[in-house]
């Protein structure tokens, strides 16, 4: 076995580069050995004790999320619920202010057209009176 390390780490030597195949210039380019014998040398080389220099990081696994998106969040939006429900008396209030305060706008506009009104017919009816000599 020890031989076969040895050659595998000759050969891995020779061969760093082209472990993998890739596309160069438009074209694939194949690996200089096949996937079996590339794993068969990489088993040997771990098993021998040595590093193997050539795996491709990866990426770090993001754990896994068990169970219903809705009944993980259903405690925050309880909270959420629980908070604006306590605000809730101060909301309504303001509510009902805004919209009395439309109603006594509405009104007041109303009522001043209406004082206008009956001010232009008074003032019609006091220059009708009225005698120019």
Same mark, same amino acid.
């Given at each position: 076995?020890?031989?076969?390390?040895?050659?595998?780490?000759?050969?891995?030597?020779?061969?760093? #580069?082209?472990?993998?195949?890739?596309? &160069?210039?438009?074209?694939?380019v194949r690996p200089a050995i096949s996937a079996r014998y590339r794993n068969r040398l990489r088993k040997e080389t771990l098993l021998s004790g040595e590093e193997w220099p050539y795996d491709k990081p990866r990426k770090?696994?993001?754990?896994?999320? #068990?169970?219903?998106?809705?009944?993980?969040?259903?405690?925050?939006?309880?909270? +959420?619920?629980?908070?604006?429900?306590?605000?809730?008396?101060?909301?309504?209030?303001?509510?009902?202010?805004?919209?009395?305060? &439309?109603?006594? +706008? +509405?009104?007041? &506009?109303?009522?001043?057209?209406?004082? #206008?009104?009956?001010? #232009?017919?008074?003032?019609?009816?006091?220059?009708?009176?009225?005698?120019?000599?």
């Open positions: 076995m020890a031989a076969r390390v040895f050659r595998a780490s000759q050969s891995l030597e020779e061969l760093s #580069k082209g472990f993998y195949g890739c596309w &160069k210039d438009g074209k694939w770090e696994m993001k754990p896994k999320m #068990k169970g219903h998106k809705c009944d993980r969040l259903a405690a925050e939006k309880r909270a +959420r619920t629980e908070e604006l429900m306590k605000k809730m008396p101060q909301m309504l209030f303001d509510y009902k202010m805004k919209i009395n305060r &439309k109603a006594w +706008r +509405r009104m007041m &506009k109303l009522l001043f057209l209406h004082q #206008k009104e009956r001010g #232009k017919d008074r003032d019609q009816e006091e220059e009708g009176n009225s005698i120019t000599i």
